[in-house]
């Protein structure tokens, strides 16, 4: 697919605009100052014309307000020589000139003729016409893409089949069932007769969900390029201006392009930035052009079916919750198709793909690079296979390791090595034991991945050490023990400081703020409290796709129910951390062990550290 480019608007347009201003300005100064580009009479000093008048040289005088015209007589000059002098305010010189006989007169002020009045209303007007043609055709010739005058035209990119290789689906991988939904699609806009013959209605309007960097934009270039129809694509935020109703004109300038290429798709990402539901804060009236632009939305969406036209729209949007109820009825929005996450499979084919634009080594296993990355979107992918190819390049290699996507893994997911970030031996001491508590407690703990890696050199921004778990497979549900498994190894790292220093430092706040958010939506959301029972107390709905960092905030609760639910997440905390102490306790000495060989090499990882971790004696995880 190629995009189709809007013819730019001719040079000699800016040129002639410009001969247009300065010739226009050169005739207006000719004609208001003739003198300006024309030889005039020989001038003097006034002195010298006051010494000739009383001499009785002088003939005759014109006198201006300007200037003093005079001749001289034929003895004293060539005939009709005229002369010019400076006037000086001197009520005497009239007087001079009748006591010496001389000839003189005042000179009438200028009279413009009605040409020269004429040209004078016209040529301004002209110039300033010639400067705004000249600033336009710099803008993209007014009406052109660019132009100042193209503030309601749509600034959709219009894709059309060229030379350039067009995106398939067979560039798409791990969305097999979005796929399988979007045949029909491209199906009805190859063969539409095969439907229409036995009544069958296409839907118009098909809206892609999904967290970001699962492949919804690429999805939609597909079905273009299958179906080999034109594909506009145009973010949701474009159609939204400062002046009220540009919006709306957009959305018509649109759909009017999209009929005359019918049958094409209209693809809008982003859809949520115009389509927030209309009532969401409780009341009507909020931003008066995204409800026009909305509005005008709908309207198109119910019109273009009329007639012949075949025009399907296909919409992204990661925010399904915040859309206006309109757009989501039957008729519009028929169809949504879920592109989520890929799992394990998915992350495998995805991985093929983006491997094969780079040189892989013989030792790169694409399914275990596809199992150490759960949760990982196609776009995360992609970065990791160039994040490793930069990795084998910086390392002069001629292909891509494995130990090359093994370290991008860790710099995508815990940051880059701060190898120059020095700490003292106190504080290293601290972070190696802080490491192992973690690691020990995960090895027993259910609901964990594998420990793969212990390391003390510090990653990121914050981080000192990091404790590396990768799951063996994925997973979508968890039970309470498995979410308690969870907490306490996050409290391990804080358990080993207090059993071999007797103290804490600040190094915990992080598992602390993480394990007290985990254990209050075990309270408030998942109904894992006998005391508080199967009730939900966290507040409204929360973004589906956009992730849950923190806690979510309670409903109104009246405070005896929110004391219970603070005594609940405070006794599943100190229950983890007694579980955690419990293991570290009946294993000091593996722990001092373990720490000891980590502050010799920084690093623990593979088969070594599983050899190390199966030692762990198991304890009781509840009191």
């Known amino acids: 697919m190629a995009i189709k480019e809007q013819p730019k608007s001719p040079r000699f347009r800016i040129i002639a605009n410009i001969l247009l201003a300065v010739s226009g300005l050169f005739l207006l100064l000719n004609l208001f100052l003739p003198g300006l580009f024309a030889s005039g009479p020989a001038g003097v000093p006034y002195s010298l014309f006051i010494h000739q008048v009383q001499e009785g040289e002088v003939s005759r005088v014109s006198v201006g307000q300007n200037q003093i015209l005079y001749q001289l007589k034929t003895e004293n000059a060539e005939p009709g020589q005229v002369f010019s002098t400076t006037p000086i305010f001197d009520l005497e010189l009239p007087k001079l000139l009748e006591q010496k006989g001389i000839e003189f007169a005042a000179t009438p002020p200028p009279k413009n003729s009605w040409i020269t009045t004429l040209l004078s209303w016209v040529i301004p007007p002209l110039i300033f016409i010639g400067i705004w043609q000249f600033f336009l055709a710099r803008g993209g010739g007014g009406g052109g893409p660019q132009g100042v005058l193209s503030i309601g035209k749509s600034k959709a990119k219009v894709y059309v089949e060229g030379e350039s290789a067009k995106i398939t689906f067979a560039d ?108 969401s ?82 030792d790169v296993n694409l399914k275990a690079i596809a199992t150490r990355t759960p949760g990982f979107a196609g776009a995360d992918l992609a970065n990791l296979v160039n994040e490793a190819a930069l990795l084998a390049a910086r390392n002069l290699r001629e292909s891509v390791a494995q130990e090359d996507f093994a370290e991008a893994i860790e710099r995508v997911v815990a940051g880059l090595e701060k190898k120059s970030r020095v700490m003292n031996e106190t504080e290293k001491k601290i972070v190696a034991y802080h490491e192992v508590g973690h690691a020990m407690v995960g090895a027993l703990t259910t609901g964990n991945g594998r420990v793969e890696k212990i390391s003390i050199i510090p990653r990121g921004m914050a981080a000192l050490g990091y404790t590396l778990q990768l799951p063996t497979e994925d997973r979508f549900l968890m039970n309470e023990e498995e979410l308690r498994g969870q907490i306490a190894t996050l409290l391990g790292g804080r358990s080993a400081e207090e059993i071999v220093f007797n103290s804490i430092t600040t190094g915990a706040s992080n598992d602390l703020q993480r394990a ?58 100190e229950t983890a951390h007694e579980q955690a102490l419990n293991i570290l306790r009946e294993n000091r000495d593996l722990l001092e062990a373990i720490a000891t060989q980590l502050l010799e090499t920084e690093v623990i990882e593979g088969e070594k550290l599983h050899s190390l971790l199966s030692q762990v004696k198991r304890v009781a995880l509840h009191n």
């Not at 491209?186 to 839907?203: E, M, S, Y």
């Not at 649109?254 to 019918?262: D, I, M, S, T, V």
């Open 172 to 279: 798409v991988a791990g969305v097999e069932e979005a796929k399988t939904e979007l045949v029909e699609i491209v199906d009805f806009l190859k063969t539409p007769g095969r439907f229409t013959q036995i009544g069958a209605r296409i839907p118009k309007g098909v809206l892609l969900v999904g967290p970001p960097g699962t492949g919804k934009t690429l999805l939609a270039k597909a079905v273009a390029g299958e179906a080999g129809v034109p594909f506009f694509s145009i973010s949701g935020s474009e159609f939204v201006e400062l002046f009220v109703g540009v919006g709306s004109s957009r959305v018509r300038d649109l759909f009017e392009q999209a009929k005359k290429q019918a049958p094409c798709i209209v693809f809008i990402d982003e859809l949520d930035a115009i389509g927030k539901s209309r009532s």
């Open 281 to 362: 804060n409780g009341f009507y009236g909020g931003n008066d052009e995204r409800e026009q632009t909305l509005n005008q939305l709908l309207t198109e969406m119910d019109g273009f079916a009329a007639g012949d036209a075949t025009v399907i729209v296909l919409a992204a949007t990661n925010r399904p919750e915040v859309l206006d109820p309109a757009l989501l009825r039957p008729g519009r929005f028929d169809r949504q198709v879920l592109v989520d996450r890929p799992d394990l499979s998915d992350r495998e084919a995805i991985l093929k793909i983006h491997a094969q634009k780079v040189k892989l080594g013989d």
């Open 516 to 573: 007290t958010d985990l254990a209050e939506r075990m309270v408030t959301a998942y109904g894992m409290s006998k005391v508080l029972g199967p009730l939900a107390y966290q507040q409204g709905q929360q973004p589906m796709f956009l992730g849950n960092g923190a806690a979510n905030p309670r409903r109104a609760v009246s405070e005896d129910t929110s004391k219970a639910i603070d005594s609940e997440v405070k006794e599943i905390v």
